[in-house]
């Protein structure tokens, strides 16, 4: 009795051991807007990531963009593209007018090995 005791015990520990996993997994959010062909304006922020540098790529039809490396602020990053020059002076990573295509825009956040850590589409 007390082995399967401790048995049942050791794998509710390893189920909640999952669940705790999956509750801290990378989240992703990709926001775009298109404003006709006068400006196109995308951002992705992660949340849920592991300390160390990260990169966002965009991509809609063959447009595609990658920012800088940053590092991750707690377990947060923050990249924006835009085609607005007073944003891209403030720190957003330059992307035509016309960069959304298809109404559909793919966001990627990559570590520094290059390695996708996840990504989203959205339209």
Same mark, same amino acid.
């Given at each position: 009795?007390?082995?399967?005791?401790?048995? $049942?015990?050791?794998?509710? $520990?390893?189920?909640?051991?999952? $669940?705790?996993? @999956?509750?801290?997994?990378?989240?992703? %959010? *990709?926001?775009?807007?298109? %404003?006709? =062909?006068?400006?196109? %304006? /995308?951002?992705? @922020?992660?949340?849920? $990531?592991?300390?160390?540098?990260? %990169?966002?790529?965009?991509?809609? +039809? !063959?447009?595609? !963009?990658?920012?800088? !490396?940053?590092?991750? *602020?707690? @377990?947060? *990053?923050?990249?924006?593209?835009?085609?607005?020059?007073?944003?891209?002076?403030? +720190?957003?990573?330059?992307?035509?007018? =016309?960069?959304?295509? +298809?109404?559909?825009?793919?966001?990627?956040? /990559?570590?520094?090995?290059?390695?996708?850590?996840?990504? @989203?589409? *959205?339209?």
């Amino acid at each position: 009795m007390n082995r399967k005791h401790f048995t $049942l015990t050791a794998c509710a $520990l390893s189920c909640l051991a999952g $669940l705790a996993l @999956d509750a801290s997994a990378a989240t992703i %959010r *990709v926001h775009c807007e298109q %404003r006709g =062909t006068a400006r196109a %304006r /995308v951002s992705v @922020d992660g949340n849920n $990531l592991a300390a160390g540098n990260y %990169r966002a790529i965009v991509v809609s +039809g !063959a447009n595609s !963009a990658q920012s800088i !490396a940053q590092a991750a *602020v707690g @377990d947060e *990053v923050e990249f924006d593209f835009d085609s607005n020059p007073a944003d891209i002076a403030a +720190g957003a990573t330059a992307i035509a007018p =016309t960069f959304i295509q +298809g109404r559909q825009v793919v966001g990627k956040i /990559v570590n520094a090995q290059g390695s996708t850590v996840i990504s @989203d589409t *959205v339209s």
